[in-house]
């Protein structure tokens, strides 16, 4: 910023001493060139300075108009696409909102998992993606759309005033399904969008409502699957209060640490005993009552929680271990989630790996879920985590296996000493043929890969014996035990496990 005021100043002052002395050497000259006559000459003198006062101040004036208008140009543009900035987004949406019954949409837009691509590939890998991303932008819309660089992966898009509420919705709609997808860019092509829209005047009257509602109605998509378009309404501004009541009541307790740990033992039909549990976290809200894991888990990941769960579920399971005095005899393995962002948390797991090894002969042997969606994300960075940790005698365990989209050549360059075979294919055995077959493979595919195999869900003694007959040994559900409490673990385990039954 110093350099951009320092060169227009100089070129001033520089084009000022010019004419100045120009004019000074040479008008002198010229007036006692035409004018013998002191008075003549003394009147020509004054006439002489206020022209020189004019020309100069006249002069004075172009030159910093001319270097204003470069700077506003300088302050109002993004450097990288020379799209207008925010600052200069905001100015449009202000003056459009001065014209009370002016309908068109602002438009919030950007690129799903952007730091990831910088964070693997640098920035300027990222800036080249942006930089796509205008190119496809301007071929898309036509030239009466205000196009514009919010800042990082954003951009805002005002639509033409002309243009009716449906037709910009569709125009929308279809430029996020098209986009991307139409890029001739690899890295765009292979990335997907988010846009939030605002309506004027429906949605607001002013330049602030309109950019928070579309930023409201961006966040919703990014927090429904993400590669959406979504339209803000009333309806999502209340749910999207009541996330943010959520998150603030989450951080609260995980300052206190407010959480609770149930256990579901797995049952090993081979053996007949129980061969493991998985640890499950519980949260009891003092005005909402219980919340699904399913709910505030993904919600921890978003707001950077979540390394403060695992390290609560990994502390608190192995603490209740050796208070009910439930070592590795009476319970060979114990399962604790993983999240992806977890895995990579360097520091969180070094602090997780230096409590597993603590006194290992004391308790059960830790084994780690990752989902496969979480794992398959990014195969390489996952493996990479996996790896070093494996090395260190970390198991792992690949969880709801067959809801993601994992080759079987992905998945055998993943560390693994189990699969658990997700729920949704169980639950409507045999009555579902199709289920049956899925759940035949994955079992014939742990085969070769030499990997066991949990099923997860079951419910029925039908659902029980198919397993087994395709070769699944070791279960967990309501079938055989409900998630318990530590002390109703510690009775459960207490029976002689040769002689114990499933729950019913």
Known sequence: ???????????????????????????????????????????????????????????????????????????????????????????????????????????????????????????????????????SLDRFLDEDWYIARLGGDEFGLLSPAKLDKKTARETLDQLQRELTR?????????????????????????????MRHADMALFHAKTHGRDQHAVFNEDLKFRLMERLALTKDLKQACDDLSFELVYQPQWNMERDLWIGAEVLIRWHHPKRGYVSPAEFIPLAEEQGLISVITEFVLTRALEEMRQAGIGHLQLPRLSI??????????????????????????????????????????????LAAMEAWRQQGIAFSMDDFGTGYSSLAMLKQLPLSEL????????????????????????????????????????TADQAAFLTQFGCATMQGYYFAKPMPIGELKALLEKDNATAQPYR
């Open 337 to 382: 989630n993983l999240s992806r962002k977890a895995l990579l948390d360097q520091h969180l797991m070094q602090r997780l790996f230096d409590r597993a090894r603590s006194k290992p002969e004391q308790r059960p042997a830790l084994i780690l879920e990752i989902t496969e969606t979480a794992a398959m994300e990014n195969l390489q960075a996952t």
């Open 182 to 210: 139409t890029s001739d860019h690899p890295s765009l092509s292979k990335h997907t969008l988010c846009t939030g829209t605002s309506f004027h005047p429906s949605d607001g009257g002013t330049a602030r409502d309109l």
């Open 1 to 135: 910023m110093h350099d951009s005021l320092l060169k227009p100043a100089k070129r001033i002052a520089l084009l000022y001493i010019l004419v100045s002395g120009l004019w000074i050497l040479f008008s002198d000259q010229a007036v006692n060139m035409a004018f013998e006559d002191p008075f003549w000459r003394n009147r020509a003198q004054t006439v002489k300075g206020w022209l020189f006062v004019l020309v100069t101040g006249l002069l004075l004036y172009g030159l910093v108009l001319r270097s204003l208008k470069r700077l506003r140009t300088v302050a109002l543009e993004d450097p990288l696409t020379h799209l207008p900035n925010r600052q200069a987004f905001e100015a449009e949406l202000n003056e459009r909102c001065r014209h009370a019954n002016q309908y068109f949409c602002t438009s919030i837009l950007d690129v799903d998992h952007f730091q990831d691509l910088n964070d693997e590939h640098g920035h300027a890998e990222g800036d080249d993606l942006l930089l796509a991303l205008r190119r």
């Open 420 to 459: 658990k075979i997700d729920r949704s294919f169980i639950q409507d055995i045999p009555q579902d043929r199709n289920d049956e077959v899925i759940t035949q493979t994955i079992l014939a595919m742990a085969r070769v890969l030499s990997l066991d195999v949990v099923a997860e869900g079951v419910e």
